[in-house]
């Protein structure tokens, strides 16, 4: 038997709980054999999988953890999507991208930023540039993104391989890197980005104390 339809409210704590774990356990530095155990011990923590069970069994309860909020939470993180609200930290936005890709002049599109991979398009008074950006492992995506959008624009597309604290990029790799986008006439920046509180969270500090207020309704 599927997952029942969860009530709004349970799906709502349900999503506050999960985000808040996997931020203070720093979810994308996980190794993928992590990150299927974290899977088994949310489905044992009475405030996730203790819920969940109520609504279906351990497999489909498992599937929703995976393909609804864990699904999006990179998403969230870069403040994309219909779940930024429950990201504890996230990064700036595609605006701190624009910025490093163009420098100053440039400003985002509005309503361009879309995903697979990550991207939107900055404009100036008289030119407009396609800008994606992602880890240093989804460069091949960024490349194929980047030499189709090449193509047709006479706009040179840019890339920007992001990192964090904890994250390099070999001497050797960003050589390559190089090599690679100039052969597909495309411009390559490094974006080194500190997480921020994020300013969308359901949290709001109330004399230094932290209040969650659910908003989201099915």
């Keep these: 038997m599927p997952l029942q339809p969860l009530p709004a409210p349970i799906r709502e704590r349900l999503l506050i709980e999960i985000y808040q774990q996997a931020n203070d356990m720093d979810w994308e530095f996980l190794s993928n054999t992590e990150k299927t155990h974290q899977y088994r011990r949310w489905i044992e923590d009475p405030k996730v999988g203790g819920v969940l069970l109520a609504y279906g069994p351990e497999k489909d309860a498992r599937v929703w953890i995976k393909d609804v909020p864990m699904k999006e939470y990179a998403r969230a ?3 994309i999507g219909n779940y930024v609200r429950y990201a504890v930290n996230r990064f700036q936005g595609p605006e701190e991208i624009v910025r490093a890709a163009c420098g100053s002049g440039w ?8 995903e697979k991979p990550n991207h939107c398009y900055a404009v100036t008074e008289d030119a407009t540039r396609y800008i994606c950006w992602g880890r240093a492992g989804n460069f091949r995506d960024l490349v194929w993104a980047a030499l189709n959008e090449a193509i047709d624009s006479t ?3 840019a890339i920007v391989i992001t990192t964090r604290n904890g994250e390099t990029v070999s001497t050797a790799d960003r050589t390559r ?6 052969r597909c ?4 920046r490094y974006l080194h980005r500190e997480m921020i509180p994020n300013p969308d969270y359901l949290a709001v ?6 209040q969650l207020q659910p908003t989201l309704t099915d």
């Design 77 to 79: 993180q870069e403040g």
């Design 107 to 114: 400003v985002m599109k509005p309503d361009s930023v879309g």
């Design 155 to 157: 706009e040179r597309p």
């Design 177 to 182: 890197q190089e090599q690679l986008a100039l």
């Design 185 to 188: 006439g495309a411009d390559l």
């Design 205 to 210: 500090t109330d004399g230094g104390h932290s």
